[in-house]
């Protein structure tokens, strides 16, 4: 997304005030809207597995950081229902909206730098997907690899309770756009920053979907 598209503005209350471009809203600190969505897939006797998507090394905030399986800003105008486009443009993802499972929103306020705050309502949801890692198409102007990591594992991460886990998936080389198989060891320096209560909210609602 270009820093000049233009986002609803709102109140610390989620009350529409205006617009205003995204670079303007991070350069302010003003509160918009955002669509995430944590694809993750299970396999029988074992721990859900996460997809993390790599940022991009020439992104304008946490570059070649692990973050959301796919997320975007929401321009003037649109709904969660209109994020869905961020899976097929960033994953290769066709999906509907009735195929996610909504977490509800969560409130996020970020101040990266002294000119970067990110105050941000983002709807949150999950989609479960059992493609193999290969499979995905993604977005390399976005996103420069894709990893899973077991939910049991990442959780342990968070807490403290282990230094790092294992990640598995594949990895983009920026130099010549070969993509190849990669397993890294991911702490939590690797991570885009997000508050544990973040993350116990998606572990919770993938949690209560097994059966």
């Known amino acids: 997304m270009s820093l000049n598209e233009t986002l609803d503005i709102f109140n610390d209350r989620m009350k529409k005030i205006g617009t205003a ?3 303007e809203a991070h350069f302010l600190g003003l509160w918009h809207q955002t669509f995430h969505c944590w694809v993750y897939r299970n396999t029988k006797g074992q721990s859900p597995s996460l997809l993390f998507q790599l940022r991009d090394s020439k992104k304008d905030t946490y570059p ?3 973050d959301i399986s796919c997320a975007g800003h929401l321009v003037t105008g649109e709904s969660a229902e209109d994020g869905v486009r961020e899976l097929k443009e960033e994953l290769g993802l066709d999906v509907s909206f009735d195929e996610l499972h909504s977490c509800g929103i969560f409130i996020e306020d970020n101040t990266i730098t002294k000119t970067l705050i990110d105050r941000e ?11 193999d890692v290969s499979e995905y198409v993604f977005q390399v102007s976005e996103v420069s690899g894709l990893y899973f990591i077991s939910m049991d594992e990442f959780q342990q991460l968070i807490q403290g309770d282990i230094d790092s886990v294992v990640a598995e998936g594949i990895s983009l080389n920026e130099s010549t756009g070969e993509r190849y198989e990669e397993n890294r060891e991911v702490s939590l320096s690797d991570l885009v920053p997000h508050p544990k209560g973040y993350y116990d909210l998606i572990l919770r609602e993938i949690r209560s979907l097994q059966v």
């Open 21 to 23: 471009s995204r670079q």
């Open 64 to 66: 070649s950081l692990l």
């Open 121 to 131: 309502f983002s709807h949150v949801f999950l989609y479960e997907c059992h493609r």
